[in-house]
């Protein structure tokens, strides 16, 4: 999932906020590397989510784009020597190119769907999965 600047590429599944900031997804097997360089030639980075608007607007893109269930990458990462926190909704991970000041993220944002694994010593990458439920609503959570 990208976010792009104010002009979306044509032929991509996008969403845009009324303040003009804009996401779309891009149907690819690929590694989260990979998924940042493709956001990079789009003019764009991987997607961050910083409230729960951004998210049902990610949600209801994705949604559209491909069933569940899915993985999409987002600008989820925890660096090396970045412990994990279960403590904390993003359990240590961070937004990738949302500044050096940490931000405060929602409890609501902290939904997983299996704990990230315990450790300090490794980068690690988390994507937003989609799953769906026994009544057919999609469920949603990061999954390292």
């Given at each position: ?36 360089s ?37 600008g989820l ?11 904390q ?42 799953a ?13």
């Amino acid at each position: 999932v990208c976010a792009l600047g104010r002009s979306p590429p044509p032929r991509d599944a996008v969403r845009c906020q009324t303040d003009g900031a804009c996401f779309s997804a891009h149907l690819a097997d690929g590694s989260y590397d990979v998924a940042r360089s493709d956001c990079g030639r789009r003019r764009g980075s991987l997607a961050w989510v910083s409230g729960e608007p951004e998210l049902r607007l990610l949600l209801g893109l994705l949604e559209e784009v491909r069933p569940a269930p899915s993985l999409f990458w987002v600008g989820l990462k925890r660096n090396p020597f970045t412990c994990t926190d279960g403590g904390q909704p993003l359990r240590g991970f961070s937004w990738e190119g949302a500044g050096a000041a940490p931000r405060e993220v929602p409890a609501a944002l902290g939904r997983w769907v299996k704990e990230p694994v315990r450790s300090c010593l490794i980068h690690r990458c988390a994507g937003l999965h989609l799953a769906a439920t026994p009544d057919g609503d999609p469920s949603w959570g990061w999954k390292e």
